[in-house]
């Protein structure tokens, strides 16, 4: 996956693997900058596909990562992903970028997906038009 700003300028290439072996990581990236500058919480993160690209009168939705903003993209949906995941840290400027809109919070229904189901929720609730929150659940066998 190739991410981009909103000016088209290329910011990173990742490529996620589905079966690393245990001491791999499952995402690899080669990232041509940091956010925040000032203390990158994974070494970077941004937001992908650009929020901008997606009009504002329309609901978007936020996932912890690319492969589910793929899934939600797939099924007709407007989404975006936090590229640093779950563990993604609020900033202003990200907070920014998502001002104003109609978010809604897809999340994980472990430890980790809830967690950041609540960090996103408190960091949005008072900047955003309209805030909700949907998990897929666990599929079981």
Sequence with gaps: I??????????????????????????LWLPFGTEP???????????????????????????????KALAALSAGQN????????NHRWTPGFIQRLSGRRIVVVFDDDAAGVRFRDTTVAA???????LRAITYGRISA
């Design 2 to 27: 190739v991410v981009h700003a909103v000016n088209g300028t290329r910011l990173a290439v990742t490529l996620h693997r589905e079966q690393p072996q245990p001491d791999e990581p499952k995402c």
């Design 37 to 67: 500058a000032d203390s990158p919480r994974h070494g970077w993160s941004t937001l992908w596909p650009c929020p901008e690209w997606f009009s504002t009168d329309e609901t978007l939705y936020l996932c912890p990562g690319e492969l």
């Design 79 to 86: 989404a975006v992903s936090i590229t640093a995941g779950e």
């Design 124 to 130: 949005l609730r008072e900047h955003v038009a309209n």
